[in-house]
């Protein structure tokens, strides 16, 4: 990702100068809404947040390139060795005692048969499924139970 020309910062914290409201919240984000060419012509926008920061830098230390990072060129992640020698530093200082995590159990009162809900069937039965509006197909009148050829032929 390339960076932003100290000349566009300075064209997007000139337009703060201008912008509508007196707030400087409603200032970075009226400048938020607009569009910015830098020197190749290539349009930017700018997300208030963004703009906020380079304010604050630009009031703490005037016009200067961000600082650099204190860790640039450092190895950031941990080697092995120096992790096995924390643990191996530690350990002795934890005692047998885990805390015990707590147990998942049931709430309310166990299931009983004069508790047991009324819209279940007795143990052991089925559950059916709900009546349909369909009638069975032996229930349904001698019209119905045929097809619909058979009905075409028929009539």
């Given at each position: 990702m390339k960076r932003i020309s100290l000349y566009l910062k300075m064209r997007v914290l000139g337009a703060l100068e201008y912008a509508p409201d007196n707030s400087l919240v409603a200032r970075y984000k009226a400048v938020s809404q607009m569009t910015f060419k830098d020197e190749d012509g290539k349009p930017h926008q700018f997300t208030w947040r963004t703009i906020q920061t380079w304010w604050y830098y630009y009031r703490r230390h005037g016009i200067t390139e961000p600082p650099q990072r204190a860790d640039k060129g450092t190895m950031r992640k941990v080697s092995p060795e120096f992790l096995l020698e924390v643990i191996e530093k530690l350990l002795p200082s934890f005692h047998g005692n885990r805390p015990r995590l707590p147990r998942p159990h049931r709430t309310g009162p166990p299931t009983t048969r004069a508790n047991r809900?009324?819209?279940?069937?007795?143990?052991?039965?089925?559950?059916?499924?709900?009546?349909?509006?369909?009638?069975?197909?032996?229930?349904?009148?001698?019209?119905?139970?045929?097809?619909?050829?058979q009905r075409n032929v028929a009539s």
């Open positions: 809900p009324k819209h279940l069937p007795p143990k052991g039965q089925p559950i059916r499924p709900p009546q349909t509006l369909q009638p069975r197909a032996d229930q349904a009148p001698a019209s119905l139970r045929q097809s619909p050829r």
